[in-house]
């Protein structure tokens, strides 16, 4: 992975907030295949359950495949998936928070985003091939979840679940459903040393 300081524009899309990132801000390395991050967003509950949990958020990295010449075998999509347990205020996360895009089409402008305060130190996961979790939920998507949560503070929480949960409109949520695993096999490095 690589990342760095860059300007985002972070946008209330009607479904989540959404924070563009400009092409080279960040990206990363799997196999012989190079993923550029385009955007980063968040869904309430979480979209994904460890050991039976679900966590109140899961904020999602988006990658698109890079086409080079060479460029190895993978999908077009790689999705980083961030677990998010209530605990200390995420100082980065508050850039965009301090002025919360909260009806469909409100942006904000953040001038430096340090994009690696989205993870945690940690980087053992869970994968699988998967699909897109929006509308027309496409497969071909690699999916990475993270095992060690990220924090964001209680308030943090709650700014976005007061928009995106329990609402006419999100009764339930922003999340889709956790869905079967049907054929697909879960890999995982979690507790190897």
């Given at each position: ?44 509950p979480?979209e ?5 949990e ?20 993978g999908?077009?999509?790689?999705v980083i ?23 469909p ?16 130190a ?14 027309k939920?496409?497969e071909g ?10 924090e ?8 976005f ?6 609402t006419e409109?999100?009764?339930a ?10 054929h ?10």
């Open positions: 992975m690589r990342y760095g300081k860059t300007p985002l524009t972070a946008t209330n899309n009607g479904h989540t907030v959404q924070a563009d990132v400009p092409e080279g801000a960040g990206e990363l390395r799997v196999g012989g295949s190079t993923y550029r991050l385009a955007q980063f967003h968040w869904h309430t979480s994904h359950w460890i050991d039976g679900r966590y109140p958020m899961e904020i999602h990295l988006v990658y698109e495949r890079v086409h080079d010449r060479v460029a190895g075998p999908p077009e999509l790689l998936g961030a677990l998010v347990v209530p605990g200390r205020a995420n100082p980065e996360i508050e850039k965009i928070w301090r002025s919360f895009p909260a009806r089409g409100d942006t904000v402008k953040v001038a430096d985003f340090d994009l690696a305060k989205l993870l945690p940690d980087l053992h996961s869970y994968r699988y091939p998967g699909s897109l979790t929006t509308p939920c496409d998507v690699q999916w990475v979840v993270l095992a060690e949560p990220v964001m503070s209680p308030a943090q929480i709650e700014k679940r007061s928009v995106f949960f329990g409109r999100y009764p949520g922003n999340a889709r459903p956790v869905q079967p695993l049907e697909r096999t879960v890999l995982t490095d979690v507790g190897a040393p």
